[in-house]
């Protein structure tokens, strides 16, 4: 990929505030929930911080929230409507024209070369980034349509399989990302930080699981 090369495609990142109690509250009570509060937003702060590299034209936060995070200067924001995960993915890609990147928030080891297949060849119809829990992470559409999305079980372990299914029935021409380890638990956490040690997730991570006076937080 040619780091100054713009191309037309759209990156939007779907993300929610990053409030105690409302995001990885899986990473409790091995973390406090403010301290999952502090872990996920800086997850969010290094996929912006990817996202931003990216040679894309336009750059959306799909967002559910007040408060925007630190790191989306240079954002469009789209609010999320009400609904299930589908319905708002499918609103999203019914609502941005022109070729559309989708990327999570909860895969904080991303990097410009694990999204650079959809740049070097975003003439492709679709792009899908599979999750290792049986989700998917990354979804490229050239054409972007909601319907593609739309009934599609979330949060499931077969709910990759079942849109990438969606998307070879649909006749799209669609390439395979490099599978990624979403953060949900602690054991999670803990292997993408290995992964990825220089990233601010690794270290919110660390902070908060550091011993204190009061035990581990």
Do not use: I, N
Not at 152 to 159: A, I, K, L, R, W
């Amino acid at each position: 990929m040619t780091a100054d090369r713009t191309t037309e495609v759209t990156v939007a990142v779907v993300c929610k505030e990053c409030l105690p109690g409302k995001v990885k509250t899986r990473l409790s009570p091995a973390l406090t929930p403010e301290g999952a509060a502090r872990v996920a937003s800086a997850s969010l702060a290094d996929t912006l911080a990817t996202v931003a590299a990216l040679p894309a034209a336009r750059r959306v936060l799909f967002y559910d929230g007040d408060v925007l995070p630190e790191g989306a200067d240079g954002f469009d924001v789209l609010h999320q409507p009400g609904g299930g995960l589908d319905e708002r993915l499918g609103f999203l890609f019914d609502s941005v024209p022109g070729p559309l990147l989708l990327v999570g928030m909860d895969t904080p080891q991303v990097s410009v070369e694990a999204l650079a297949p959809v740049f070097d060849e975003p003439e492709r119809d679709a792009w899908f980034g599979p999750a290792e829990d049986g989700g998917f992470w990354s979804l490229y559409l050239r054409e972007p349509t909601g319907d593609l999305l739309r009934g599609v079980p979330m949060s499931q372990d077969d709910t990759g399989a079942v849109q990438l299914a969606r998307l070879r029935s649909a006749g799209l021409d669609t390439g395979l990302l490099t599978e990624l380890l979403d953060v949900d638990t602690l054991p999670d956490a803990e292997r993408v930080a290995a992964l990825a040690p220089a990233t601010r997730f690794a270290a919110a991570l660390a902070a908060e699981s550091a011993p204190t006076s009061g035990g581990v937080r």
